[in-house]
């Protein structure tokens, strides 16, 4: 008590925290109400008078147990009317979005702000922000029996893409262009058209060639006025051989090129076309 004479309301906190952690009593709980009242906090001080009256009473207890019982339920109902409150109201926040609201940095649940929150007397800074947008900050000081609305308007975030999920892997995977597998497709099948048909027809011209010369050669063995029609066989031959070789070739690249691509869209049509020239032969196109 006479730390309290002497205005020491903090030293006289600590002693009576001190002696209700040794003994609860309704006396030492109405002592720490009154003390934190001193020191401007209400809500608290409030709180804890309620504590003291709500104390159960135990038997042979002491006159001023009953009597400090009685007063905290008393001084809790005259303090209650001197706490002040605000509400708070926030505009801008998008459909959706996060919005946090803090009072003197403690985060207040969304679903609370448009009830009454009670503060002590004093300097309050609320905060409201959404992420990724500008938050918004005021200060109000409050007195005693005070009640005030708070409005804030917070800004929405520029950024409007979606939050990239945490651990997903954002690594860009190679894909074959579709582009370049329908080239080789078509320079496989076109190749392949191209050997098919001059194999068909050189092979065709060489059976004829030796139709000719098996009627004109006896024993298989053919005179000087042959060899002509022998080399021009035998031209016809190999060339029927390496172009139908090429056909094969140019199909396995195709089939190759189409199954590689089957999944991926194409960008680009082409076109190919075999021609045929007297000793040459080949494809021309245009992807």
């Given at each position: 008590m006479d730390l309290r004479a002497k205005k020491d309301h903090k030293g006289a906190l600590e002693k009576f925290k001190a002696a209700y952690a040794l003994l609860p009593t309704p006396i030492t709980a109405l002592e720490i109400?009154?003390?934190?009242?001193?020191?401007?906090?209400?809500?608290?001080?409030?709180?804890k008078l309620l504590e003291a009256a709500s104390m159960p009473a135990k038997p042979n207890e002491s006159a001023d147990a009953k009597k400090a019982r009685a007063e905290a339920k008393a001084s809790a109902d005259e303090v209650e009317g001197r706490i002040p409150s605000i509400t708070v109201t926030?505009?801008?926040?998008?459909?959706?979005?996060?919005?946090?609201?803090?009072?003197?940095?403690?985060?207040?649940?969304n679903?609370?702000?448009?009830?009454?929150?009670?503060?002590?007397?004093?300097?309050?800074?609320?905060?409201?922000?959404?992420?990724?947008?500008?938050?918004?900050?005021?200060?109000?000081?409050?007195?005693?029996?005070?009640?005030?609305e708070v409005k804030l308007s917070v800004t929405a975030p520029t950024d409007t893409a979606a939050p990239t999920k945490r651990g997903a892997d954002t690594k860009p995977k190679h894909v074959e262009p579709a582009a370049a597998t329908n080239t080789w497709a078509y320079v496989g099948f076109g190749l392949a058209g191209a050997g098919l048909v001059i194999g068909g027809v050189t092979g065709a011209m060489a059976m004829s060639k030796k139709s000719t010369l098996n009627g004109e050669c006896t024993n298989a063995s053919?005179?000087?006025?042959?060899?002509?029609?022998?080399?021009?066989?035998?031209?016809?031959?190999?060339?029927?051989?390496?172009?139908?070789?090429?056909?094969?070739?140019?199909?396995?690249?195709?089939?190759?090129?189409?199954?590689?691509?089957?999944?991926?869209?194409?960008?680009?049509?082409?076109?190919?076309?075999?021609?045929?020239?007297?000793?040459?032969?080949?494809?021309?196109?245009?992807?």
């Open positions: 109400g009154k003390s934190l009242i001193d020191l401007g906090q209400l809500v608290e001080g409030n709180e926030v505009t801008g926040a998008p459909e959706g979005s996060d919005l946090v609201v803090t009072i003197d940095g403690r985060a207040v649940p679903e609370a702000l448009a009830a009454p929150r009670r503060l002590n007397p004093g300097k309050h800074t609320i905060v409201a922000r959404v992420e990724g947008g500008k938050p918004s900050e005021t200060t109000v000081t409050l007195a005693e029996r005070e009640t005030r053919c005179g000087p006025q042959n060899w002509g029609d022998v080399d021009s066989y035998n031209r016809l031959r190999y060339t029927s051989f390496a172009t139908l070789a090429v056909g094969i070739v140019g199909i396995g690249i195709g089939v190759v090129a189409l199954t590689a691509g089957a999944s991926e869209p194409s960008a680009r049509t082409g076109s190919v076309t075999a021609y045929v020239g007297i000793g040459t032969f080949g494809v021309r196109g245009a992807f």
